[in-house]
Every structure is written in C-alpha cells, then in structure tokens.
C-alpha cells in the first residue's frame, strides 16, 4: 500500500513540474511557502537552496522539490512559479510523540532497540526510514540469539499532526546452540579448538553463561579467534571460509566453522633494516632473538613480541619519531621477514580525547596509555595504547581515529569506548576418588570506575572451608605498581589422617608489579591467627602444640614467565621463586620454594611439559615448626600415592616433613581413535619426595617415590573429566597408594 501511494505522490510530483509553463530562466521576485505549520519560512526557504533575484529554471525547481524532500519534514511538496513568484506548496511530516516498545522487560535488550533506532521522540516521522527501522531491528536482535523473533510497528494518529509509534515485539525463544562443529582442513582437536573460541555449547548448568546462544558479533569474533590459534601454531596461510548454524534438534542449532589451513610454516631468514645513524648495538637483543627463531615454527605472536621488544629499545634510547614496518616473503615452507625500521617527520601530539566512560574515570584509562599530551606521535606505541585499554575487559569497544591538530606538525588522538557490565558470579564443583570440591564466587573488575577489582569466594572440600575477599588497585596512586589486600579464614580438619586440625583468620597485603621484561616482582605481608588442636592418639610432641598462634611474614616472591600464553600453555617456560620471612612468630617458620616448568613441542599436535618443584620450611630458632606449616607433596606431583599419606609417620599419623621436592614429565600421546577429538590421552612420569621431622630423626626414611601412568582428559557432556592410572615404581612401606584417580569439574 506504501508504495502505491509513494509511486502516486511522484507522479503527481512529475506532473506538477511538467505542466508549469517556464520560460527557459526565470527570476525569483517572491518567494511563498504554504501549508507548513511548524517549519519556519525561513528553514524551509534555506533547505529549498533558492533566492530571490535568482535565475529559476525547470531543473532548478527539480532541485529544490529534492532538497526538501531529504530533510524529512514534509511527506509531500508542489512547486509553482508564475511571474516571478515562486510557491512552495509543503505537507508536513506528523512529529513522533512517543515510541513505546512492548513484548521487552529486560533493560539491555530495550536499551539495543533505543540504540539502533534512528527515528526519536519529538522527531519528525518518514514512512521510508520507519520501513528501514524494522529491518535494522530485527537484524539486531536476531545478531543477539532472536533468531525467531516477530515486531510490528502501529502508527496511533493523535491530534495536532501527531503520532504515537508501538513496536510490537516478540522474542521468541533465544536461538541456543545445541552443538558445535569444525569441519575443513581441522588439524586440531575439537577440545581445543573450543577452548580458543568464545560461544559455548547450551548445557542445562550454564544458566549464567549468554554465550551458550547464538550472536553475530560473538560468532565473527570466534572466527578472529580461531585465525589466531592456527596463526599462532605456524599455519601461516589459513582462513576461516564461512561459520553458519543450522537446526540442530527440535529446539536449538548446530554452530559450524569451516576452516581452511594450508601447510605447516618455519620462520626463514631474519632482517633488521634502520637507519644510517641507529647503532645496532642498541638492537643485540633483536639480532639475538632472530638468532632464536630462524627455522622455529611460524607464529603471529613471536612477530608481535619482536615488534614489541624493538618498541620498548625505542622507548629506552628515546628515539623519536620513527616508523616499523614489516615485509614478508615466503618461498615454500619458509617465511622470509624484514623488519624496517625508518625516521618520520615528528609530530607531536597535541591532545587525547576520551568519550564514552560513563562509568570509568578518565585518570584510570589514561594510566593505560603509553603515549601522553606533548609526546611524539608514534603509530606503534599509539596501537599498544589502544590494546591496553581492550586488555582492561571494561568494553564493548574501543575505538581511536587520529585527525589533524592545529598546528601542521600536530595530532589529535581521539578515543572512544563503549562500556559493559564488569561483574561477575563464577560457581564451579569437582567430584573424584580424592573427594568432592565446590567453589563460588562473585567479583567486580571496575569498582565505582576506578578500575579497584572486588573479588569473594567460598571454597568446600573433603577436608577444609576456606573463604576468601580480596581488593585490588592495579595502579595504585596512578602508577603501573598494584596494590591488594586479602581477608581470609579457613579451618582445615586432617584429624583422620595426620591427627590435627586447625583454623586460621588473617589478612595479606602487598604490591605487585613488573620489574623488568617479563620479571614479575611481588611484595606483600601475611598476618593470621591461627588455632591448633590435635585427637586423642596424637603423639606427645604433637599435643604440645595446641594452642593459639599469631603470625607476621614478609612475603617477596619473583617470577620469570616466558610462557607463550597462560593457558593451555604449549610453549616457553616459567620460573618462581618465593620466600616468605617470620617477623613475628613463635616458631619463626622460614618458608622457601622455587618452582620451574618447561613447555615445548617435541612433534606435531604434541605438548610436552617438565617441571621442577622444591620447598623448604624450618625454624630460625631451632624449634619445631608448627604441624600447620609443614609440607605435604601437592596431588598433582605425585599420582599413584593418596594426598598427605605419604611421607614421615609419628605413630598413625602422616605429619610431613620439613623438606619436599618433586619432579614431572608429561606428554599428549597422538590421536588414538579417529572419532576422539574430544579426549587428549597423556602419559606421564613422577617422582618426589618429603623428609626431615626436626624433632625426631627416625621418622624420616628419605625413600624417594615414584610413579609412572597413562591420562585420559575428556571433555565430556557434563563437564571436563580427567582419568590417571598410575603405578607406583619406589615407596615406602608405610605409604598408602592409590592406582585409579579422576576428577569431574565444571564451571557456570
């Protein structure tokens, strides 16, 4: 019908306009508007675009009936022109009342709808643009999981040339993804694969998870992320063709990726081209680190980090005004790169705008920024400053564009950011032959717009409680140093297998920060109240100590970290080592430990990982040290042995020791079954060891144990599942072993 009467009003337009008898020019003695009620003569007059004592002609008049028509005020207009005076016959457009949206509780999703409407309130209205409306909305909702939603748009005529709009809208149910598929050239398990992307498959427990439906903008993320994965694992030349959904079932869909992955690349040879008066002494670590990767596996990463160190040299020599760039050539399996290093007119820039924190205080994302008011301008440091801000996990978006500045040497930098909700509620649970585990937890990460993170948490298992509130400013007074402060208690019952319990309340504060290239240094101070007690057959040493203890360390922990990502690491390695130092005590407890872990790739679509771990505990003043504060060798060290049953005995109770060390190999064994993308089967070797009771030596035997096995990680329906078989290789006769081990766990 709309169309009909459109078609109608331009031939009557046409008609008009065809029908007036002009002379080949005339002038504009006068100029009349007629039928406009609230549009001034004057605006009406300006948008028609003519004057008088202007030369008129037919085509001029055509212009004119266009001009009026875009400025959306009148929904017809006629021109007459005779003996100089020009009539502009207008029929205005009704103005909006109000817009109503029905069939929508939730904030967010009227807030989407409000954002993507073009026509508002006190507006004036245009069928065509409203058709345009209903388009744009369902598109939007159906990109938010709407895949079956219904909207129809009422026009309620009032008086006064006014109209009131209702959308009429029904959701339907939210579109969920029933399953998820990787098809293509797929050289990576299933598990992993999932794990690299953001949508999730709809399980009954995730009620909290949106990623579980179907959105646009998550999906075309995904397909970001996946390029990453395979860019980041030396398949240079992949793409991801298409990802669609398709009806999976009778109340959800199929989410496929269609992925594209040529050969396996190796970096080739490595330049660095600068200019005439650089020094490459100042760029030896770059040279070195091209030493390191010609013929490893290409990575998209490695190229980021070179960009990144050559960033921070630039920094350090306070070079300016220089640009990177790369230049890649790849003949057969090898990439060729040069990285360029060349000198730019300097431009300063001259202001950084920020628009769109509503909620964030500006001093916050400043302090993310590399780059400040006056500095050079730099497109390097300019784009790290960009992720910085994306890195917060504040936004939606973050946008920057850079114009001209006042001057012809100048720059403004403008960014902006759209927010999101910041909190979160993580609940997660675990049950195995070793016990059942349950953790909850609501936090924070942008308190009051400070960027201050609140983190709570509950944590149950078979023999302890603990929780857990901590606070955390990660730049403290407007610096790059993070400032924490953590209130914990706990009660921790071993009565059954060691003969103690004991409950402890405190607090730890401190400061973390990077020291150096990934040389993290951490600060802090640990003081707790503690109360032991012991059971009936405890021995006498034990008995004595009962009682109530309070306890003051100074805490300095550093740690190297090389690791090519933090999870599902597959490459580099960690080193941390740890002291904690008693300045009030009763016992003045030393505790130190030192941990190292190694990742690499010994074969195609293999992760192998060796670790080392030693930790020591022992009174300054020569006296026993506390049973709470013993060590026991962590689960994780030691398969094939129960947790805590191993080690020094006083009687029938496993007390441990003084000492521990452990030693750990594991590696992923190829694909055994071809339908198993799904599972990563593990093989693995341990060996550790916990001695030294300081007030009786004959407790200690000093046996190393050991134990070798085979792991089935499965990342079943209900969660992901792991299995280990183990058998022990050396122990003590008094150790309790414990062959079979799994544990099932998920988080919602």
């Known amino acids: 019908m709309f169309m009909r009467v459109l078609n109608f009003s331009l031939l009557v337009t046409i008609f008009v306009i065809l029908s007036t008898k002009f002379s080949i020019s005339e002038i504009v003695k006068k100029i009349e508007i007629i039928g406009n009620e609230r549009i001034p003569n004057e605006t009406v007059t300006m948008f028609s675009g003519i004057q008088i004592q202007d030369n008129i002609t ?21 021109i007459e022109l005779e003996q100089g005076i020009l009539k502009i016959i207008v029929k205005e457009n009704p103005i909006i009342s109000d817009i109503k949206i029905n069939g929508v509780k939730a904030k967010k999703i009227k807030d989407v709808i409000i954002k993507t409407l073009t026509l508002r309130e006190k507006s004036s209205f245009n069928e065509v643009v409203l058709i345009k409306e209903k388009e744009k909305i369902i598109k939007e909702l159906k990109s938010q999981g709407y895949i079956f939603v219904k909207l129809d748009i009422l026009k309620k005529e009032l008086v006064d040339n006014k109209i009131e709009l209702i959308f009429d809208i029904d959701l339907g149910e939210k579109a969920k993804i029933k399953k998820i598929s990787f098809i293509g050239n797929k050289i990576f398990k299933d598990q992993k694969l999932l794990s690299a992307i953001v949508s999730e498959e709809y399980k009954f427990w995730k009620f909290l998870s949106g990623k579980k439906y179907l959105n646009a903008n998550i999906i075309k993320f995904d397909e970001q992320l996946l390029k990453n994965f395979y860019l980041n694992r030396g398949y240079y030349n992949v793409s991801i063709n298409s990802s669609f959904a398709k009806k999976y079932g009778d109340d959800g869909f199929e989410l496929i990726f269609n992925i594209d992955a040529k050969e396996k690349i190796k970096f080739g040879k490595l330049e660095l081209e600068l200019p005439a008066d650089y020094q490459k002494d100042n760029f030896t670590k770059i040279f070195n680190l091209f030493a390191d990767l010609e013929g490893s596996n290409y990575s998209l990463n490695k190229i980021k980090k070179i960009l990144n160190d050559i960033d921070k040299i630039v920094l350090s020599e306070q070079f300016e005004s220089i640009q990177a760039s790369v230049n890649e050539e790849l003949i057969k399996d090898k990439l060729n790169l040069k990285f360029i290093i ?5 431009i300063i820039i001259e202001k950084i705008n920020i628009f769109g924190n509503n909620v964030t205080i500006e001093t916050v994302l400043r302090n993310q920024l590399i780059i400040d008011e006056g500095d050079p301008y730099n497109d390097i440091l300019a784009a790290k400053s960009i992720n910085n801000l994306k890195s917060l996990n504040f936004f939606k978006e973050v946008k920057s564009e850079v114009i001209e500045g006042s001057t012809p040497n100048s720059k403004i930098i403008n960014i902006t950011v759209q927010e999101k909700p910041t909190g979160e509620i993580m609940a997660g649970a675990g049950f195995g032959t070793t016990g059942s ?43 790059d140093k993070s400032l924490f402060l953590s209130l914990d208690a706990s009660e921790t019952d071993r009565l059954k297998t060691s003969g103690y319990k004991f409950n402890k309340t405190g607090f730890e504060i401190g400061t973390r920060f990077e020291y150096y290239d990934d040389v993290f240094l951490r600060l802090g101070t640990s003081n707790y109240y503690e109360k032991i007690e012991t059971d009936s057959t405890a021995s006498a040493r034990q008995k004595k100590q009962e009682g109530d203890y309070i306890d003051s360390f100074l805490k300095v922990a550093v740690t190297y970290d090389k690791r090519n990502q933090k999870f599902q690491t597959s490459e580099g390695f960690l080193s941390s080592y740890a002291i ?15 941990r190292y872990k190694y990742f690499t790739e010994l074969y195609e679509n293999n992760i192998s990982s060796f670790s080392f771990l030693i930790k020591s505990a022992h009174s300054l003043k020569d006296e026993d040290i506390k049973l709470s504060q013993r060590i026991l060798i962590p689960a994780s060290s030691l398969r094939g042995f129960e947790y805590g049953r191993v080690g020094p005995k006083d009687g029938d109770d496993f007390i441990g020791g003084n000492y521990m060390s452990s030693v750990n190999f594991t590696t992923t064994l190829p694909q055994l ?74 988080t919602f």
Do not use: H
Not at 342 to 346: I, V
Not at 438 to 443: A, E, I
Not at 453 to 468: R, V
């Open 342 to 346: 060349s000198e730019t007119e300097k």
């Open 437 to 479: 585990t349950f953790m909850l937890g609501v936090k924070e990460n942008n308190f009051l717009g400070k960027g201050i993170s609140l983190d709570s948490n509950l944590n149950l298992s078979t023999e302890s409680i603990k929780g857990q509130f901590t606070v955390e400013n990660p730049n403290y007074k407007n610096s």
């Open 580 to 594: 904690d130092l008693p300045i009030i005590s009763d016992t003045y407890t030393l505790i130190n430990s030192y």
């Open 58 to 78: 037919a085509n001029d008049v055509n212009n004119v009936i266009k001009n009026l028509y875009e400025t959306n005020f009148f929904s017809n207009i006629s």
């Open 673 to 746: 079954f071809a339908n198993s993308q799904n599972t990563d089967f593990v093989i693995f070797f341990d060996a550790a060891n916990v001695w030294g009771v300081d007030y009786d030596s004959s407790l200690d035997k000093n046996d190393i144990r050991s134990s070798i096995g085979i792991g089935l990680d499965w990342f079943s329906p209900v969660g992901p599942m792991n299995f280990s078989l183990a058998q022990p290789l050396t122990k003590n006769s008094s150790d309790i072993t414990e062959n079979f081990r799994f544990n099932l766990g998920t």
